[in-house]
């Protein structure tokens, strides 16, 4: 699957582009995978073995705190690249999942690469764009095959 999308910052800096499975239940709300975009770089997430499953979901939000295994499980299903995004400007941001690989691509340049398990789950019957703190413009959105 590859997502593509034009954006510019209107007011936020940051969005997410978020990958699910409605049917899932071993992670909060079926989340699978997502890409966090802000004007000092991109975050990709594995959140069905990584912060969305259900053990790490359910533990934080019950106040609790990750052992030091946890921790390091949790550091190998998120990857952090930063860079500078000009906020003033239009950019292209492309995602594409193939297998248990996620790549992001910002204005036609490789920014960000996450190999992890749960990146390779089947079916992803819901993607969204979250807009935080404020507005983002969008444009040009699409959904294809590569």
């Not at 071993?26 to 990584?50: L, Q, R, Y």
């Not at 950019?91 to 960000?112: F, M, P, Y």
């Amino acid at each position: 699957m590859e997502v593509a999308v034009s954006f510019k910052f209107n007011g936020s800096n940051r969005f997410n582009v978020m990958f699910r499975d409605l049917d899932y239940k071993g992670s909060h709300a079926g989340h699978i995978c997502h890409v966090s975009v802000n004007d000092k770089g991109v975050t990709i997430f594995d959140g069905k073995t990584g912060i969305f499953a259900n053990e790490f979901y359910d533990k934080k939000k019950a106040g609790g705190k990750y052992t030091d295994d946890e921790k390091e499980r949790l550091e190998k299903t998120k990857a952090v690249f930063k860079f500078e995004i000009d906020p003033e400007k239009w950019h292209d941001l492309r995602i594409r999942l193939e297998g248990d690989i996620a790549k992001v691509w910002i204005d036609s340049e490789v920014v960000a690469t996450l190999k992890s398990a749960g990146i390779a789950h089947a079916s992803k019957s819901n993607m969204n764009l979250t807009t935080i703190d404020r507005e983002v413009l969008y444009d040009d959105f699409s959904i294809r095959t590569p």
